[in-house]
């Protein structure tokens, strides 16, 4: 449950920060592991939370809602 909570909480840090780098320096961890998280949560719920580009992030209708 506890990874559940801190991916959630990586994902409010993203949808905050419309960014990987922001979020990791708000959360004080490495992009590359937001993103490892972020993905790992979406695989546990079987979405896409997130649109990436190379430049930024979007949230997806799902990202919204949750």
């Known amino acids: 449950m506890t990874d559940d909570l801190n991916a959630m909480a990586v994902f409010a840090a993203v949808a905050e920060a419309r960014g990987f780098r922001a979020a990791s320096d708000r959360l004080g961890v490495t ?36």
Do not use: D
């Not at 979406?42 to 997806?60: D, F, P």
């Open 31 to 66: 992009a590359s592991a937001v993103s490892q998280s972020l993905r790992k949560l979406e695989e546990r719920l079987g979405v896409v939370l997130v649109r990436r580009t190379t430049r930024s992030v979007h949230l997806t209708e799902a990202g919204e809602r949750l």
